[in-house]
């Protein structure tokens, strides 16, 4: 006769849930029915039908705090951002699995030049090893990879890893993994006037047309939706030029962990806060809405970068 074996599984943080959830995903571990942890919990009642119930569609993370964690650790600060890249594959996989489409990580900003010689080759060899081992990952699990940043300063193996990670899963459906190297909000909007500029110069662009549709064209990653949830690592306040365009409307998080102590508990809960926040997008929440009043017509809808919103420069 068969035997039959019940196993109850007891979680015993927010980490081993996501870990044995992942070895389920990857076959490590055989289960009948698995059942994905609670993450997201469901909106309070009351909450307004403005709030958000859904995970965020595009979560960006400022990594800071390396060189914090090695002084506190007796360590180089080398060895804190080494430890530091060594958090990401977790969260990543952990965004992934809660269905966020977009994952940007501040890596090397325009500013970042300003750092010495030494700490600049070390954090862009890194960038570029990591990417070389995650990659076949990435493959894997269908995830797509975009690089946001100016092209012209890294130096050319980074360069070509970068660009030959975006292309070999630029045909990829699931979450976008985008590394900001080289980044600067303003380098940015400033890259896109100048070709708006080149385009109206050329007659291809009527300037009295130019919308924010025509502006997100020329930013780097023209289908990146904007930023919904912001976290900064390490305590600090402040977007240090960060995702300026995209971060208009972002919920910001700022908890105090250093970035090599960051976990997928972390980014649970700095999601659990961003679902409990009450979005308006300049409009008003649906608890001071006038009764009878159409709500469409009172709250504000949101402009963002959907990859339906492109334009083209001729129009
Ligand atoms: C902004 O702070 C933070 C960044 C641009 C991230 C910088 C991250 C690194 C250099 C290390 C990369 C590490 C990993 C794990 C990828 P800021 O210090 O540049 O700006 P601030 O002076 O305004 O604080």
Not at 66 to 85: C, D, E, I, P, T
Not at 207 to 222: C, G, N, S, V
Not at 280 to 298: E, F, H, M, N, W
Request: proline letters at 5%.
């Amino acid at each position: 006769m068969a035997s039959r074996f019940i196993c109850v599984v007891v979680y015993l943080s927010d980490d081993d849930a996501d870990r044995s959830y992942r070895q389920i995903q990857r076959g490590l571990i055989t289960v009948s029915n698995p059942v994905r942890p609670n993450l997201v919990p469901t909106p309070r009642n009351g909450s307004s039908a403005a709030s958000n119930d859904a995970p965020p569609r595009h979560i960006g993370i400022i990594m800071d705090g390396n060189g914090r964690w090695a002084v506190r650790h007796g360590l180089l600060r080398r060895q804190g951002h080494r430890r530091g890249f060594s958090r990401l594959p977790a969260v990543i996989d952990t965004a992934a699995d809660l269905g966020v489409s977009w994952l940007s990580f501040y890596c090397w900003s325009t500013e970042n030049w300003n750092r010495p010689v030494a700490e600049q080759c070390c954090v862009l060899g890194l960038i570029r090893q990591f990417v070389h081992t995650q990659l076949p990952y990435w493959q894997d699990r269908g995830l797509r990879f975009a690089w946001s940043g100016r092209r012209d300063r890294v130096g050319h193996q980074v360069h070509d890893q970068l660009v030959s990670a975006e292309r070999v899963t630029a045909n990829n459906s699931g979450m976008t993994v985008c590394l900001c190297v080289d980044y600067g909000g303003h380098v940015e909007l400033a890259h896109a006037v100048c070709e708006l500029a080149r385009h109206a110069a050329a007659g291809r662009l009527n300037p009295a047309r130019i919308d924010e549709k025509h502006i997100r064209t020329f930013l780097y990653q023209p289908d990146m939706p904007d930023v919904d949830l912001l976290i900064r690592t390490s305590g600090e306040q402040r977007v240090s030029n960060f995702l300026t365009w995209q971060s208009a409307y972002a919920e910001m998080s700022f908890p105090s962990t250093l970035w090599p102590d960051f976990s997928p508990s972390h980014l649970h809960q700095a999601i659990r806060e961003y679902v409990d926040r009450d979005r308006r997008y300049g409009g008003l929440s649906a608890a001071v809405i006038p009764q009878g009043t159409t709500k469409d017509v009172v709250v504000g809808t949101r402009t963002s970068g959907s990859r339906d919103d492109e334009t083209s420069v001729t129009a």
